[in-house]
């Protein structure tokens, strides 16, 4: 099965540090997205990349967060000096381009502590 | 601000009952409404999907049915199963060059009891 993969799975950190996730879309997918769910809560847009070009990012990802997307093939998020508020769990997704199908990875959950 | 808003919030059935999840929107650019399904520590998946021009689309067990005049929009899972627990979320996106960002309701926590 050549589904999204994400990774970590979880991760706990402490406020002000940094953490990275890495996302795996489907290999024949050009359009990447992230969201972030919390408890309770349905899935929230946070950026969206169409190959390598970050086409949008809500006015949720502060600006201690970046996302890439090298080459077009996996991302990255990055969240810089983590909060509390940060924890959540971070779903990346795939789809190609004009199908409004999205594919979602297992997402990584974070807890700042 | 929550676009697509979501009832109830949990619901328990019956093995073999129906259960019926609604939603409702406003903006009416959104042309494009699918059900996700999550299973705990899961991502969501696709379950189906219906655009305004029809009123209803049904796929085995699960029907959407469409209300473009109520803006509203309904699932309904025909003889529950226990296998179908799991956290269902509608969705809508608007069409054109938008069309990749989709809005989730906040879901509902579905218990089939066997």
């Known amino acids: 099965d050549t589904g999204v993969s994400q990774d970590p799975r979880h991760k706990i950190t402490k406020r002000g540090q940094n953490v990275t996730f890495r996302c795996d879309p489907i290999?024949?997918?050009?359009?990447l997205y992230w969201y972030r769910q919390t408890l309770g809560q349905g899935p929230e847009f946070l950026t969206y990349?169409?190959?390598?070009?970050?086409?949008?990012k809500s006015r949720l990802l502060s600006d201690r967060f970046s996302a890439e997307r090298p080459k077009g093939s996996f991302s990255t998020l990055e969240i810089q000096r983590t909060e509390q508020g940060d924890s959540a769990m971070y779903l990346c997704a795939s789809s190609l381009v004009a199908q409004r199908k999205l594919f979602f990875g297992s997402g990584t959950q974070l807890s700042v502590l | 601000q929550q676009q697509v808003k979501q009832s109830p919030q949990s619901l328990i059935v019956q093995k073999g009952g129906i259960s019926i999840i609604n939603c409702a929107y406003e903006n009416t650019a959104f042309d494009y409404f699918p059900w996700y399904q999550q299973f705990p520590g899961k991502g969501p998946a696709l379950l189906i999907a219906i655009r305004p021009d029809v009123s209803e689309k049904k796929e085995g067990r699960f029907t959407i049915s469409f209300n473009k005049s109520a803006k509203q929009f309904s699932l309904h899972i025909m003889d529950s199963q226990p296998g179908d627990s799991a956290t269902y979320f509608c969705a809508a996106s608007i069409r054109g060059e938008y069309d990749y960002k989709l809005s989730f309701g906040a879901g509902t926590t579905v218990t089939v009891r066997a």
């Open positions: 290999s024949e997918h050009n359009r």
């Open positions: 990349f169409q190959n390598e070009a970050q086409l949008e």
